[in-house]
């Protein structure tokens, strides 16, 4: 009996994983400059999923955005895991799963993906923080270099 191999490409792979973060991104499309620069905007829907030890960033489709709620674990098939990112493709097929359970720390980490910490700085110090930071106020002028 002669059994076909299959390559990595062609063989499903079946993975659980939990949603510890979703949001809406608002995204620029197209800027257009003139004597005041706009924006077209559109919306991107993310999530945080997490296998209980790594968290992989995700794009969501309308369609998927509506299946996946937040804190659901889900069993996901035909699913690229890859530099921390899960990608999906037209036969990504989601089912509703049973509880993953994942640490405090590892949602947090998921999180922080989309919305990462920041420390409040006083404006004259924001150069010197090399991290993320929260400034407060109200845009006077606005100058190029």
């Not at 004597?35 to 997490?50: E, P």
């Not at 674990?73 to 699913?79: A, E, G, Q, R």
């Not at 993320?132 to 002028?141: R, S």
């Amino acid at each position: 009996m002669d059994k076909k191999r299959y390559t990595p490409y062609q063989r499903a792979i079946t993975v659980r994983l939990k949603c510890v973060a979703k949001a809406t991104k608002a995204v620029a499309t197209a800027f257009h400059f003139g004597d005041t620069v706009t924006a077209d905007w559109s919306t991107q829907n993310v999530c945080a999923l997490c296998n209980g030890e790594e968290v992989f960033a995700a794009n969501l489709t309308e369609a998927m955005a509506e299946k996946i709620d937040l804190e659901h674990t889900y069993t996901f098939k035909n699913v690229v895991l890859k530099d921390r990112k899960a990608f999906f493709n037209k036969s990504t097929d989601i089912y509703r799963s049973y509880n993953l359970p994942v640490g405090p720390d590892t949602a947090a980490q998921g999180r922080a993906l989309f919305c990462p910490p920041s420390q409040r700085v006083q404006l004259n110090k924001a150069s010197a923080v090399a991290e993320f930071v929260t400034l407060e106020g109200q845009i006077t002028t606005v100058s190029g270099d």
